[in-house]
């Protein structure tokens, strides 16, 4: 049985043809030509079951037989902001698995320790559509340019809302115990610090925000793997 091929079309429902990079794939790689089925993906909940009605060069048209509404795949709103590291393979990495498990947005955070000021977000925003695809996820992951960390603590956020770190100083509770608690909401939003952690004041000033002190376990993890731990926390917490 062939494999179903998923395209990612914004404006799905009222295109008629595939955009560049996704016409590139479709016609020098999968070499889809007139009559081919393929499904398409507008990143906000809904499917498409369409034909190839011409291939062409680099423009590949099609018509939709079926709109496919979609249901969520987990409850609430799960937000993770991480500090990037210093070595953006790193940071790409995580990002990929993390739309991959699932994550609704994430935001870059700008920290006192950081190490990377500047994210680019069209390159992130590639990889997160190559995941979403694979992964076969109706919503497209939202993506957040780089924002000063306390600038954006006084912002509005979620409001179960955690800051992980490794500081005994501060009190803290397991990450995971916290998202099973009954709470009256299923959002989350997990704060993850850079190469070296935030600093004891930027956490002492997170929790007067009134984000719960939170740790991921017993051992000490890198930026990356810390940032995936909190999505698969924030998923499992679900079931």
Known sequence: MKETRFFYVPDAATATELPADEAT?????????????????????????????????????YDIRATLPQQPQWKGHLHLAIA?????????????????????????????????????????????????????????TQLNDMVNFREWLSQPHERRKYIAHCYEEVPRTSLFDELRKPADTDDALVLVGPEGDFSIDEVREAVRHGFVSVHLGESRLRTETAGLAAVMMMQLSKT
Not at 97 to 110: Q, R
């Open 84 to 140: 990037p590291t210093k070595m953006m393979e790193r940071m790409e990495w995580m990002i990929e698995k993390a739309v991959e498990v699932g994550v609704d947005e994430i935001t870059f955070l700008n920290c006192q320790f950081s190490e990377r000021r500047v994210v680019k977000i069209p390159r992130v925003d590639k990889i997160a559509v190559s995941a979403m695809k694979q992964s076969r996820k109706a919503w497209k």
């Open 25 to 61: 794939h479709a016609l020098r790689v999968l070499r889809l030509q007139a009559g081919d089925e393929m499904m398409l993906m507008d990143g906000r909940g809904n499917f498409y079951s369409a034909v190839v009605t011409l291939a062409h060069t680099k423009h590949c048209f």
